[in-house]
């Protein structure tokens, strides 16, 4: 087999492959003696096929999987020679041309293939003894723990039914018919829903109307459906509510006690607190760590400046590209809105996928030096989160991920980037800073800060701004409609 390099030109590769139509019909007579004592042909002993019949018989068949062996094969194989890891699956390329090909499954002539691909450039890891690292930590007062427990205790109270008028703050209970142009719509009908006056649940208009019903009334309400809302067929629409009311109560007081505690579950009012504190605790580590990783991020980026293979850097453009058209269609906005154009918008993201593969490449290789790995246990807990997110679509994700190659990968990739950056936590500089929760909620939106956050959804000059959160691939399924007012917003039922 002859290996010839056609092309070397920055990060691209082309291999011209020639393997000798001698060496094919050896190959093809080898297997054809593994079959002679195998096959039963009508008018010849088991064994004593002629190998000139076989071949007439088995020839062309035993070359056309001899073909596919090879380029399945023999393109790892040959980079692993060259000392290569390529970008991408090697693209393959071979005649086409019919008389060709039957010249070649008749070992009658070389059969030729070509290797295209780009190699991952070589990457010398540098020191990140110079990496300093701002950690920036809020102490969570008693005050704001309580002010959340009491938020939760809000949630839980209890009604009482009353025989007056509805007023703010009141539950009301009641079934409700949908209507546009005199026409039901879909998500627009339920039954014994309850609704507590003044929450802001449904949309603009809706709860202000029900104020002042008392049970058993029937009441036609009137609103118009936010230019925004993410049913497309009802956004800017006006729309009828029939409304039955079955109950008005009014909330009982709210008592932070070990009663409240147990009704949720926990054995006292202190175990809540902990609880709720660790909550607050979890939420601003995160917001930490987001800020931690985007400053690791910035500074390897001043750090690591090398040519990236073309094909990465257009696969991961396209994923952002798809996600913010797919963002701004669902929102009904455009890049205008946006403060930007669809030009400035591309090349932006463009740069920005340009970097996510370099940090990408270098994180990749810091892991493999560092002997960073993620353990069956890891994926498997990853995977189980997929599942929890969409309960009832658990048989059709775990599909996904065993007839996707790439589905695994894709669970993986996070999970090895944030191991990274743990081990490059402990060979950084990192100084803590006590900051208040405004300041750590904070947006960054500076032109050079990493937003590695992979949502790329369109947020205030969104188009330049992508942010993103690693892994996110599947979109959440969408609340019916109703007439609440945004099925992003996650109001319980």
């Not at 154009?341 to 370099?358: C, G, H």
Request: charged content about 35%; overall charge negative.
């Amino acid at each position: 087999m002859q290996v010839i390099e056609t092309l070397a030109e920055g990060l691209k590769r082309e291999i011209k492959v020639v393997i000798p139509a001698k060496d094919m019909e050896n190959k093809m007579n080898e297997r054809l003696a593994d079959v002679k004592d195998k096959v039963r042909i009508n008018g010849f002993r088991p064994g004593k096929v002629p190998v000139a019949h076989l071949k007439k018989v088995y020839g062309k068949s035993i070359m056309a999987d001899l073909v596919n062996e090879i380029v399945r094969e023999q393109p790892t194989q040959i980079l692993s020679s060259r000392g290569e890891k390529s970008a991408t699956q090697p693209e393959i390329a071979m005649t086409e041309d019919k008389d060709e090909a039957d010249k070649i499954l008749a070992a009658e002539q070389d059969f030729e293939f070509t290797l295209s691909y780009e190699v991952l450039p070589p990457i010398e890891l540098k020191s990140v003894e110079g990496i300093k690292i701002t950690r920036e930590v809020v102490d969570i007062s008693d005050e704001e723990v309580n002010e959340q427990v009491l938020k939760v205790a809000e949630s839980a109270r209890s009604y009482e039914t009353k025989k007056g008028k509805a007023a703010n703050d009141d539950r009301v209970t009641m079934d409700y018919v949908g209507k546009v142009d005199g026409e039901a719509f879909e998500g627009g009908t339920d039954q014994g829903a309850e609704l507590v006056l003044g929450s802001g649940r449904f949309i603009p208009g809706f709860e202000d109307q029900l104020v002042g019903v008392k049970a058993g009334d029937e009441k036609t309400i009137t609103v118009t459906f936010p230019a925004d809302y993410p049913a497309k067929n009802l956004a800017g629409k006006e729309a009828n509510f029939d409304v039955t009311v079955k109950e008005v109560a009014a909330p009982a007081d709210v008592e932070i006690n070990d009663e409240l505690a147990k009704k949720l579950g926990l054995e006292s009012a202190d175990r809540l607190k902990e609880i709720v504190r660790g909550q607050i605790e979890s939420q601003y580590g995160s917001l930490t760590r987001q800020k931690v990783k985007r400053q690791i991020l910035d500074q390897l980026d001043e750090m690591y400046k090398f040519e990236t293979p073309k094909s990465l850097v257009e696969a991961e453009y396209n994923g952002i590209w798809s996600q913010v058209n797919n963002d701004l269609a669902q929102s009904g906005k455009t890049f205008e809105d946006e403060d930007t154009t669809e030009e400035k918008a591309k090349e932006e993201y463009k740069t920005l996928a340009e970097r996510r593969v370099r940090l990408g490449l270098v994180l990749s290789e810091i892991g493999e030096k560092a002997g960073v790995e993620v353990s069956e246990d890891e994926m498997q807990r990853a995977i189980y989160e997929q599942l929890r997110q969409y309960p009832g679509q658990e048989k059709q994700i775990l599909e996904f991920f065993r007839s996707q190659p790439g589905a695994a990968a894709s669970i993986r990739a996070p999970i090895f980037e944030e191991k990274v950056i743990d081990h490059l936590l402990t060979e950084i500089d990192v100084t803590d800073k006590k900051v208040t929760k405004e300041e750590l909620l904070a947006d960054e939106e500076g032109e050079g800060s990493a937003k590695e956050t992979k949502k790329a959804a369109p947020k205030k000059k969104a188009a330049a701004k992508a942010e993103a959160s690693e892994g996110e691939e599947a979109a959440a399924p969408k609340k019916k409609a109703a007439p609440k007012k945004k099925a992003s917003e996650g109001d319980a039922e």
